[in-house]
């Protein structure tokens, strides 16, 4: 249930910061998580969340608390789906599908890191993989291909078509993708797309990717 349905990463809401303060056996905790789910404690709030304090840390801060688990379960977030655009084309490999991410790890504190949840466990399923392929890119992608009869890690996915961001119909028209960070991820799918269409035969307008 925790692994997989409810979101233990996200900033904690008023409403689960006043049932945290309900049950907390310690009167000062009681009243610092009363405080902080008030009107008075709204600028105090905003801090928190900006902090990016999660669940477990405001469990961890206050020990005396000792919440119900069906409370605690109705009152986390449903675990939201991450969405990553494809950068490859099923006219390349119809069984094959790529896609690129960014790991997040910034500062929220001084003293603390906040790491996305998706892309941290992503990282660590691959690392492996990562530090046996040589320093070359081209290694490094290849280490990083799924054969799809033997897998190397099996990741939970679903599949959400879009019918407003394709490039043009007409491959003989020029095309200018600009695309930061990971955003560059389905350009690289266009460029894919468009090169086997040239192999095919057909007539390809000119192509700019601008990345950074």
């Known amino acids: 249930m925790f692994l997989r349905h409810v979101d233990l990463h996200s900033p904690p809401s008023k409403k689960l910061l ?11 905790s009681r009243s610092r998580l009363l405080h902080l ?9 905003q801090q928190l969340v900006q902090s990016r304090v999660t669940i477990p840390d405001l469990l961890t801060q206050y020990p005396s608390c ?6 605690l379960l109705e009152l986390l977030p449903p675990l939201s789906p991450r969405e990553y655009s494809i950068s490859s084309s099923p006219l390349v490999d119809p069984l094959r599908a790529s896609f690129v991410f ?9 003293t603390t890191k906040w790491k996305g ?15 046996q392929s040589s320093v070359d890119i081209s290694d490094r992608i290849s280490a990083l291909s799924v054969d799809h009869n ?8 679903f599949h959400r078509p879009t019918t407003t961001f ?16 990971a955003g560059i991820a389905p350009f690289l799918g266009f460029i894919a797309h468009r090169g086997e269409l040239h ?6 307008g000119e192509s700019w990717l601008f990345f950074g």
């Open 18 to 28: 006043r049932a945290l303060g309900d049950v907390c056996s310690d009167e000062t």
């Open 37 to 45: 789910s008030s009107t008075s404690g709204r600028d105090e709030y």
């Open 66 to 71: 000792s919440p119900d688990l069906a409370v």
């Open 102 to 110: 960014t790991v997040v790890d910034v500062d929220a504190t001084p």
């Open 117 to 131: 949840l998706c892309t941290t466990w992503m990282e660590r399923l691959l690392q492996t993989h990562l530090r």
């Open 150 to 157: 033997n897998p190397i890690v099996t990741l939970p996915l």
């Open 166 to 181: 394709l490039p043009p119909s007409d491959p003989s028209q020029p095309i200018i993708m600009i695309g930061p960070g």
């Open 199 to 204: 192999k095919r035969g057909a007539v390809l």
